[in-house]
């Protein structure tokens, strides 16, 4: 049935601007556009646009024959079979009953799927493994030199002692050798995986735009995604190369003087926990800071007290005040959804999953929930403390990780204790809590956020410091503020990073933001005329998103 505006009689439109003639049509987005929006529409870098002539856009999808009425084509969708079906079968066939839609909206999703798959294996995840196989020949190529000198030191030992050690010289470089191919054997065995996995992925990506061209419903419908498979990366080699250590020579114990080559140590190493999917890409192109970084949004959320924000998308983030009533807004300040805590108090900490759901705690009802299609679902419940045996745990601030987890700071009811729990789902995976001399890293750990390198950064409110670890918990450094003048004390609330691998924090007394590189040292402050800033977040473009607690507003601020 044809759209009113899509009439013969009436000129076709643009569907950007919905006034002027439309003259082309991108094949990746779907969308029919006049000459001036098409500019526009490939300023969006965000994906690669297809853009050709109207008349030469793709033609009618190829509907398959239904096999039980073959003068049928199966131009309808049974969701609960999960295939193309014809009228017949729906109405009066086996499918009758099922629930039926449009199959051109099931081929309209499937294919942007089929699309950003074949995006993320040619963008993200072949150069990837192409990376790891350039790594491991550099590896092999700086093997050569460093067995080199090692073969060298025991030739200079065998001419020191002359002939009296040269079946142990012999005998030692017999070992080396023998180390240096069973490391080779490694190092072949494992390209040739990586080999075999990058032929996998061709092959891959070429049925993937066979399918695309042949715009076949069947092959649409019945494709899926290997995508979860690749992105975990193959594991990388790491081998501990032997030493030759060696005594002054003393012809009564040459063979203890001679030393002895350490034993040759492989170990596999898994590449964190998983390739970084969507958003996180391998080598995100360097952004150097602005030097006067400036506001390009502002956002009344309507609050008294505004304590956290985080970022849907470059246009949408959630936000949390001092009730229970959770808001997502747009940047002209639209209310589009609001969301009340299932126990009526007020958030401790919000998030957004890889899939754009909403996830918050709740510090007095003990609980981690999500909400997904407005309804709430309660994730993890904590034991609550019942005794003086017990100890309870109370959730506060919550980020997402690159590989899905949630990293969740908790304090003790007694409020003697603190740590951060990594969940997968609803089960707890790591807990981080002591340094390696069994003292505790935190004492009152609240906002936290995960870096691009896997690090995990926390801010302590009782020490106004940002404590940061590693992936498997180890300190790496804690930083309690730059030594430059200031009427306050360093007070360091809401905290996040970029692409650059840059740690944000908000310091709420002295009006401003500070950012550290990777390693914990500082670079700048981000002023903007804040008032108050508490919660931080970042979009996948590097805006800045900063909460003000006094104005209740959120400013996007470009600092990149």
């Known amino acids: 049935m044809l759209q009113p505006r899509r009439s013969a009689q ?24 006049c000459t001036n929006c098409v500019g526009k529409h490939l300023l969006d870098s965000s994906r690669k646009h297809q853009v050709i002539p109207f008349i030469e856009r793709s033609s009618t999808p190829n509907y398959p024959k239904c096999h039980s009425h073959p003068d049928k084509q199966c131009e309808l969708h049974c969701k609960k079979c999960d295939l193309p079906v014809c009228s017949t079968c729906a109405l009066f066939g086996k499918h009758k009953g099922h629930d039926i839609s449009d199959i ?6 499937k294919t942007q799927d089929l699309r950003k798959d074949l995006e993320e294996l040619e963008t993200r995840i072949y150069p990837r493994y192409e990376e790891i196989v350039s790594d491991v020949q550099t590896e092999k190529a700086e093997l050569e030199r460093k067995y080199g000198k090692l073969t060298t030191a ?13 079946a142990i010289v012999n005998k030692r470089k017999s070992d080396i050798a023998e180390m240096k191919t069973k490391h080779l054997a490694v190092l072949n065995k494992n390209t040739d995986e990586i080999t075999h996995s990058i032929t996998e992925l061709k092959q891959i990506i070429l049925n993937l735009k066979a399918i695309l061209e042949s715009n ?40 203890e003087m001679f030393g002895s080559l350490s034993p040759l140590s492989i170990n ?41 924000v985080s970022c849907v998308s470059e246009e949408q983030v ?56 407005k309804e709430i ?15 309870g745990w109370g959730p506060h601030g919550v980020c997402r990780t690159a590989s899905g987890d949630l990293l969740v700071t908790m304090n003790s009811d007694d409020g003697k204790q603190s740590k951060v729990v990594r969940y997968s789902g609803s089960t707890e995976k790591q807990s ?66 970029d692409s650059q691998s840059h740690i944000l924090t908000a310091d709420y007394r002295n009006h401003r933001i500070h950012i550290l590189d990777q390693d914990g040292q500082f670079l700048r402050y981000i002023h903007c005329d804040l008032r108050g800033p508490f919660g931080l977040c970042v979009d996948i473009r590097d805006n800045l998103f900063v909460a003000e607690c006094v104005t209740a507003k959120v400013k996007k601020i470009q600092y990149l």
């Open 154 to 166: 025991a030739d200079q030992q065998g001419e020191a002692l002359h002939r009296e050690i040269t």
């Open 268 to 308: 596999t190493e898994e590449q964190g926990y998983i390739m970084k999917s969507a958003e996180a890409v391998s080598s995100p192109p360097v952004k150097p800071l602005l030097d006067e970084p400036r506001v390009t949004a502002t956002i009344d959320t309507g609050y008294s007290r505004l304590y956290g």
């Open 318 to 373: 959630w936000t949390r005040g001092d009730n229970e009533i959770m808001k997502l807004l747009n940047l002209r300040s639209k209310l589009l959804t609001s969301i009340q805590t299932k126990s009526g108090r007020q958030p401790g900490g919000i998030a957004v999953t890889r899939d754009g759901d909403l996830v918050y705690t709740d510090y007095r009802d003990k609980t981690i929930n999500l909400v997904k299609n």
């Open 216 to 255: 076949d419903v069947s092959l649409i419908s019945t494709y899926k995604s290997r995508n979860a498979e690749f992105r975990r990366l193959p594991p990388k080699v790491q081998v501990t190369l032997p030493s030759l250590s060696a005594q002054k020579i003393n012809t009564e114990q040459l063979r």
């Open 377 to 391: 679902q309660t994730v993890i419940t904590l034991q609550r403390w019942m005794s003086f045996i017990l100890q």
């Open 104 to 109: 051109q909206k099931e081929l309209s999703a």
């Open 432 to 497: 981080i809590q002591f340094d390696d001399q069994g003292r505790p890293l935190y004492s009152r750990a609240r906002h936290i956020s995960e870096n691009r390198n896997l690090d995990i950064c926390v801010v302590d409110w009782d020490v106004d410091a940002v404590v940061v670890v590693n992936q498997s918990g180890k300190l790496r450094f804690r930083y309690t503020g730059h030594p430059s003048n200031t009427k306050q004390s360093f007070t360091p609330v809401g905290i996040t990073t």
């Open 10 to 33: 009436d000129v076709l439109l643009c569907d950007s601007c919905e006034t002027a003639p439309l003259q082309s049509h991108c094949e990746r987005c779907n969308i029919n556009l």
